[in-house]
């Protein structure tokens, strides 16, 4: 494929900058949307963009999602867009969700896990029916939500909750049905796809991290792949949490270390078929893992799964997409995948008229063959 | 006073809202000299997680993340060094959290106003805290088994 330059059309391309603001304005007797308005009311949307676009920045990502008129793909890559020109001052020190403070934890595989189970804020058991008074919300409505939230939670023993909660993984480990942490394993550096091309094989965490900015749609239909048939994970999750990490780094001065902010992330931990050579080697459960940044559950799952598939891939060879680390980790990063697509809309002109050019010429032989 | 470290103070302090954190610098004497000890920044940090099924660290993405070290020293010649790191990319509020850093450590005039700030960030804190809480003892569910409880409900 071959590309030309073109010129011309800037006044058009200046007069559709406009008209995308005059759709995002022409609501009658509207007001700008607060970035802080898309943070709260689309909350789950706002954290796929943060998720997406890789910068944990809740104002910037809001913005995105405004600028981009709601377009998830558009802010994620705006949001990318900010990253690159920003410089990188340092990065924190290995941190352990075990420090969560949780707002929301499950477990579907056992009924009982150390610390109880929380359901927080999802949609499992909701029923998925329009709400009309919504489309005649009034303000006091609005705001008395919060108001009586409170007043609910008066009586509570809020002081005997705990600020964090211990791992389902820890407890099955601790039984012997899953392998000890492997120190090898631990000491491994981590791969930055920020600043190292994937060239594959690519290491464990190079695919953590792809998978952890990568779009939504992209990681569960690969993961669906598998959980319908097209692999053998057989996926339950011990624990899936969402809450807020903190986040550490020295003290400039003392050096000691200390809270900078806290992100929220979801995190899943599947375990998945057991496994052993049927030798001396003792048969564990084999595990996947998926964290990303904002509430996003099906995210982390769909990665949770697509970890475990392509450890199975990168041990032993795929045998079906979902294993294959090139196949996945190329198709899902959101910005990638919708920058070859748009792309197609730019012009192409020399390049179909090559197109057509070589056709009209196999034509005009055939015909003349024919004549 | 130092019942919350210093290691808490920023923390504390990024809660309370800009505009407060700048009316109480403006009130720090014109006459002290502050000098950078070292160049502030605004850029990005990047966050390392370990993966808690087999202990891996990989990158799990970037926050927006600003710098500032600072000396202080007063007309009557009383010096403190403060630093500030928080995740935030406002280069002016990272050097008012570096300078009230400064202050408290040193005692310099006017810590007394600098620690009610973070006495107030730290409530807060404890503010957010107690709300996630009830989020926690609200929705905190104990399923039962079918055959154990013959299909009741009244969880």
């Known amino acids: 494929m071959g590309y030309v330059a073109i010129k011309g059309g800037a006044q058009a391309i200046a007069a559709s900058q406009r008209v995308c603001e005059l759709l995002r304005a022409r609501q009658a007797e509207g007001t700008p949307l607060a970035t802080e308005t898309i943070e709260h009311q689309l909350r789950l949307l706002h954290q796929r963009v943060l998720s997406e676009g890789g910068v944990y920045h809740p104002e910037l990502a809001s913005l995105a999602i405004k600028q981009a008129q709601g377009d998830s793909l558009e802010a994620a890559f705006i949001l990318r867009a900010y990253r690159s020109t920003v410089p990188r001052l340092t990065e924190t020190e290995v941190l352990d969700t075990r420090q969560m403070r949780i707002t929301r934890r499950i477990s579907s595989a056992f009924k009982d896990i150390p610390g109880g189970q929380v359901l927080g804020a999802n949609t499992d058991y909701h029923l998925r029916l329009l709400r009309m008074e919504l489309l005649n919300e009034s303000e006091e409505q609005f705001q008395s939500i919060t108001r009586d939230w409170f007043q609910s939670t008066t009586d509570l023993a809020l002081d005997q909750i705990p600020d964090t909660f211990p791992k389902v993984l820890d407890a099955l480990r601790e039984q012997g049905l899953i392998a000890p942490s492997d120190p090898q394993r631990r000491g491994l550096d981590a791969f930055d796809i920020t600043r190292e091309p994937l060239i594959f094989p690519v290491p464990r965490s190079a695919a953590l991290a792809t998978m952890a900015r990568g779009e939504q749609g992209a990681l569960l239909s690969i993961a669906y792949s598998n959980m319908r048939g097209y692999g053998d994970i057989h996926p339950t999750i011990a624990e899936l949490r969402v809450g807020f990490l903190p986040v550490m780094l020295p003290h400039p001065v003392t050096g000691r270390p200390m809270e900078v902010g806290e992100v929220e992330i979801t995190e899943c931990e599947v375990v998945a078929m057991y496994e052993g050579n049927g030798k001396a080697d003792m048969p564990y459960f084999t595990l996947g893992y998926g964290a990303c940044f904002g509430h996003n559950e099906v995210k982390a799952i769909s990665m949770a799964i697509l970890d475990r598939s392509l450890q199975i891939g990168m041990d032993q060879g795929p045998t079906n997409p979902s294993e294959d680390p090139e196949f996945v980790l190329l198709h899902v990063d959101g910005i990638d995948s919708m920058g070859f697509c748009t792309h197609y809309k730019m012009p192409h002109y020399v390049t179909f008229q090559s197109d057509m050019d070589r056709l009209r010429t196999t034509q005009g032989k055939m015909n003349g063959e024919r004549s | ?155």
């Open chain 2, 1 to 155: 006073m130092n019942e919350v470290d210093r290691e808490c103070w920023l923390s504390a302090l990024t809660r309370v809202p800009a505009q407060d954190l700048k009316t109480l610098v403006e009130t720090f004497p014109s006459d002290w000299i502050i000098r950078p000890t070292a160049v502030p920044q605004v850029g990005l940090g990047m966050l390392k997680l370990r993966d808690s099924t087999m202990g891996e660290a990989f990158y799990l993405g970037e926050f927006p993340l600003s710098q500032c070290r600072v000396s202080v020293t007063t007309a009557e010649g009383l010096m403190a060094e403060g630093g500030a790191l928080v995740m935030d990319d406002s280069a002016e509020r990272v050097e008012y959290l570096a300078l009230c850093d400064a202050v408290l450590a040193g005692r310099l005039p006017g810590w007394e106003r600098v620690l009610d700030l973070v006495e107030m960030g730290v409530q807060l804190q404890l503010e957010t805290e107690l709300e996630r809480k009830s989020i926690l003892a609200q929705t905190r569910v104990d399923f039962s088994l079918l055959d154990a409880d013959a299909g009741s409900d009244n969880d």
